[in-house]
C-alpha cells in the first residue's frame, strides 16, 4: 500500500529553521504526475493549506508563508520537502503531506477536499 511519511518537525524558537520531509512509498509514476502540498492544522481549527507543488515544480504558498517557507520535490527519491525559515510562534501546528486526487491537477488554492492521500503528520511547535 502507498504512503506518506513525514519527518523533521521539532520544537524551534521564533526565527529558527526546520525541513520537512515526506517520503512517498510509491512508484515514480505515482508521485512524478501529482501535485503535491503540505498542510497543518491546531487543535479547534480547519486544516489549512501552506504550500503546493505541481509536476512542473511550479509552487504556491499560502499569504502567511510567502518569503519565509520554500517547498520542493525530489522525484527521483519520490520525497516533498518543506524549508521553513524566520519560524513564528503561530506556525505551530501539526503538518501534514497531501497528494492531489487528479494527476496533472493543480490546487493553487489549496482546498484540502482536493487531495486524497495524506500522512500522519509531524508536530512543529515554535516557542521562546
Known amino acids: 500500500q502507498v504512503q506518506l511519511l513525514e519527518s523533521g518537525g521539532g520544537s524551534v524558537q521564533p526565527g529558527g529553521s526546520l525541513k520537512l520531509s515526506c517520503e512517498a512509498s510509491?512508484?515514480?509514476?505515482?508521485?512524478?504526475?501529482?501535485?503535491m502540498a503540505w498542510f497543518r492544522q491546531t487543535p479547534g481549527s480547519e486544516r489549512e493549506g501552506v504550500a503546493g507543488i505541481a509536476p512542473s515544480s511550479i509552487a504556491d504558498y499560502a499569504p502567511s508563508v510567502q518569503g519565509r517557507f520554500t517547498i520542493s520535490r525530489d522525484n527521483t527519491k519520490h520525497t516533498l520537502y518543506l524549508q521553513m525559515n524566520d519560524l513564528k510562534p503561530e506556525d505551530t501546528a501539526m503538518y501534514f503531506c497531501?497528494?492531489?486526487?487528479?494527476?496533472?491537477?493543480?490546487?493553487?488554492?489549496?482546498?484540502?477536499?482536493?487531495?486524497?492521500?495524506w500522512g500522519q503528520g509531524t508536530q512543529v511547535t515554535v516557542s521562546s
Open positions: 510509491a512508484s515514480a509514476h505515482w508521485f512524478i504526475n501529482y501535485y
Open positions: 497531501a497528494r492531489r486526487d487528479r494527476p496533472y491537477a493543480s490546487a493553487e488554492d489549496l482546498t484540502p477536499a482536493e487531495f486524497n492521500y
